[in-house]
């Protein structure tokens, strides 16, 4: 165990300090744009930079990686997002905002990178991949909790708050650059396109391209409807951080849930669950009954943070090992497409209903994605139990990068195996 904690301390502390910074900087800015009366569809562009900066990044800053080290990366990164973030205070314009968002992203994508990299490389024989992986997890919603709750003490019209983003956007260089471990290499890794892994599994990835739309309207959009209902900063707070853990607290259970039960059906039943908790939700607020809104948002946040999971898993059942680098890199981009769309839908609904069109709009892709997973179980019969691979539990954020490092180390031990084929034995599910 003390090995353990001695490999991946300094990573995770850093991980940890600088998420907690980003998390904090997300819900600053869509309340700064909803205090001075800019469109909410500037705000949702501020969420589609960051996306897209994030896939950019994933994408191509590998080569940047393998040329410099990752403690040189990580340093670069970090600086990358700290200015990105001070210069939100010298001009206030929505375009250049926008801009600055788009450099943040690219600057977040490295770090997550270098950290996920370090996590996985560091156990060579497998044997720590499922706790590592539950730490990370743990670590990214914990952080965006804490970041979340520290809004309690900002006032967002002052430089208080972009100072202490950059504030942990810099201290978060300090574990990584003074730490003795030394760091893994990276390898070469190649993708192939979303339109195979839809082929592969409609189902998982519609369940990824409709998770994106959800969860980028809870990250870029849900914090301008709380502020259009009238809510305090204090109020925003507790209910994003609610959200957050909810994520958190329901991964478990879900992922216990997804080996027992066939994946598609684990999926149906989180839609209508979670279908259910939004509008519940929604009547609860108008109804003004604070602690049952409370306890279904965090419900709602649970079920509609382990949609992406499950979309993974029903995926990456049907494909070898070695294809986990591809299947999962297309999802992401399904994932990273429907993230970019989602808060424009989501200003839009807002536009033609005020804030209760959040929550329309959370209930119309649920129904969608309901119906088409209904739909595709009627096409084809469904991947055995007993045939599963054990649940495993990410971010989609993660998911991009944590699936090249699987082909890397699969890649390792099979040297000499060039190509890359997907399994035969595809099913359309």
């Known amino acids: 165990m003390l090995q353990f904690i001695r490999l991946f301390f300094s990573p995770i502390l850093s991980y940890f300090i600088f998420m907690t910074g980003s998390s ?16 909410v569809y500037w705000t949702a562009g501020l969420t589609c930079a960051y996306y897209a900066g994030y896939v950019i990044s994933a994408i191509h800053v590998e080569k940047f990686i393998v040329r410099v080290g990752f403690i040189r990366a990580h340093t670069t990164f970090a600086a990358l997002a700290t200015l990105s973030t001070l210069l939100h205070i010298f001009w206030f314009n929505p375009f250049l905002w926008i801009l600055w968002r788009f450099t943040y992203g690219v600057g977040l994508a490295g770090l997550c990178l270098v950290t996920q990299n370090w996590f996985l490389h560091s156990d060579s024989t497998g044997h720590l991949r499922g706790r590592m992986l539950a730490i990370y997890m743990i670590t990214m919603y914990a952080s965006q909790s804490l970041g979340q709750y520290l809004l309690r003490f900002m006032e967002i019209h002052t430089l208080m708050s972009f100072c202490m983003v950059a504030f942990c956007t810099s201290l978060c260089v300090i574990p990584v650059s003074t730490t003795k471990i030394t760091a893994p290499a990276c390898a070469h890794y190649t993708i192939f396109g979303l339109k195979k892994v839809f082929e592969i599994s409609p189902s998982g990835t519609f369940g990824g391209l409709c998770s994106g739309v959800l969860l980028g309207c809870i990250y870029g959009m849900y914090p301008n409807a709380l502020k259009s209902w009238e809510h305090s900063l204090n109020e925003i707070s507790t209910f994003m951080t609610t959200v957050i853990i909810g994520g958190m607290l329901l991964q478990y259970p879900i992922g216990k849930l997804a080996d027992y039960y066939e994946r598609r059906c684990v999926l149906m039943m989180l839609v209508v669950a979670c279908l259910a908790c939004t509008l519940l939700a929604l009547i609860a607020h108008q109804l003004d009954c604070r ?24 995926t990456c059942d049907l494909v070898q090992p070695n294809d986990l680098l591809s299947t999962t890199g297309g999802l992401m981009v399904a994932y990273s497409v429907g ?33 088409f997973v209904f739909y595709r179980t009627h096409q084809r019969v469904g991947l055995p ?5 054990a649940f495993t539990s990410l971010p989609a954020g993660a998911a991009l990068t944590i699936s090249r490092i699987f082909a890397r180390i699969k890649y390792r031990k099979h040297a000499g195996k060039s190509t890359i084929k997907v399994s035969g034995e595809q099913k359309n599910i």
Do not use: E
Request: proline share 4%; hydrophobic share 60%; charged share 5%.
């Open 385 to 389: 139990v007993q045939h599963q691979k």
């Open 24 to 39: 904090l900087l997300l819900t600053v800015l869509a309340l700064v744009f909803h205090d001075r009366n800019i469109s």
């Open 339 to 371: 993230a970019s769309i989602g808060p424009f839908l989501g200003a839009g609904f807002m536009h033609l209903w005020g804030p209760q069109g959040f929550y329309i709009l959370f209930m119309l892709i649920l129904v969608v994605l309901g119906c």
């Open 291 to 314: 602690n049952v809104f409370l306890l279904l948002t965090l419900l709602w946040g649970g079920l509609t943070f382990t949609i992406y999971p499950v979309s993974l898993n029903l």
